[in-house]
């Protein structure tokens, strides 16, 4: 058998337009793989980044990125990636890949860190593995009134009853931004979340250009739900949502997903990948009345200085009191220490 002259490198600025074009045709390849969010999490966050980069015959036969959170609170990881929802190699077959997470857990060990993070959509050789997210994604046809005569009697209800209180929605960008800004920073304070910056946002609609998309639902002029999204491919990704606590009797998500369902299926999408949820929570549910397929998301650890896999997500009972505390802090007070801890999370 012909030994295979593969060669791992660290990228650079100057591979961007290489490293973004093999994503956009490999069938691993994700919106969250993207060479831009190294400089958003470097520029915004303060983090630093390892973009793994393997070729072979002066091709690029797979990526893997990697970022490094430092904390006294929570440790020293390297997350691929971190602060969205899905990370790990692309690349062009098995044996690519394998090379890429061997370099991967290289660079943890000689870093020293707690643990190497890889968020997948699918188990990773013998890596250890935790199961607690899934993904949630509808399948669009081309004409959305297929979908809508899909759902429930009971779903398209819920959704005619919304309208009836002067909901609209629009869709948009930076122009959008403010509108989003507030209601996520309420909602997020309501889930007891700190919140990044509004620059972190404008950085990612910066980078992304016409690949980021906000919708804004609105009673009269009032913003009160609200997501911001990403397009890869025929995959409309689903990144950050909320909801106006002082409105969620409205219940508006039902007219604000309705409507982006609607248009994104115009435009040419044939997923709407609505985000990862907790396997049988209540955001899990609202999904699946959507027609939403879930599909298991493998959280793959490499441990180095850590004994047991890591519990650090909002879901772990120590995280509770802080959450408590934290919805009742003044927005004036989440709005500048929130920042300074989500930065922090992964």
Request: charged share 25%.
């Amino acid at each position: 058998m012909t030994s295979r002259d593969i060669t791992i490198r660290e990228a650079g600025p100057e591979d961007e337009g290489r490293w973004n074009a093999f994503l956009g045709q490999c069938p691993t390849g994700n919106f969250y793989l993207r060479h831009e969010w190294v400089r958003i999490n470097l520029g915004e966050l303060g983090h630093s980044s390892i973009c793994l980069m393997a070729e072979e015959d002066g091709d690029v036969v797979g990526v893997f990125p990697m970022t490094r959170v430092r904390s006294r609170l929570f440790g020293d990881i390297l997350a691929s990636m971190p602060f969205v929802n899905l990370g790990g190699p692309a690349a062009t077959d098995a044996d690519v890949e394998t090379r890429l997470l061997e370099t991967a857990c290289g660079h943890a060990d000689r870093l020293g860190c707690d643990y190497l993070e890889i968020r997948c959509d699918r188990p990773l050789g013998e890596f250890a593995t935790k199961t607690h997210k899934v993904s949630m994604t509808i399948p669009l046809p081309e004409d959305p009134n297929l979908l809508w005569e899909s759902f429930t009697s009971k779903h398209r209800n819920n959704i005619k009853r919304a309208y009836r209180d002067d909901l609209r929605v629009e869709a948009g960008g930076p122009e959008l931004l403010d509108d989003f800004y507030h209601v996520t920073e309420l909602g997020w304070r309501a889930l007891g979340t700190p919140l990044y910056g509004k620059s972190y946002f404008q950085a990612v609609m910066e980078e992304f250009g016409r690949d980021v998309l906000l919708f804004v639902a609105y009673q009269g002029q009032e913003p009160v739900a609200t997501t911001l999204n990403g397009c890869f491919g025929t995959r409309f990704e689903g990144m950050w949502a909320a909801v106006s606590p002082a409105h969620a009797h409205l219940q508006a998500n039902y007219v604000l997903y309705w409507e982006m369902i609607q248009h994104v299926s115009k435009l040419g999408f044939r997923q709407f990948h609505l985000g990862r949820s907790t396997a049988g929570s209540g955001a899990a549910r609202f999904k699946a009345r959507w027609n939403a397929e879930p599909e298991q998301l493998f959280w793959n650890y490499h441990l180095v200085r850590k004994d047991g896999l890591p519990e650090l997500n909002p879901d772990n009972p120590k995280f509770e009191l802080a959450m408590k505390t934290w919805r009742k802090l003044p927005l004036p007070v989440t709005r500048i220490v929130g920042p300074r801890v989500a930065r922090l999370l992964p």
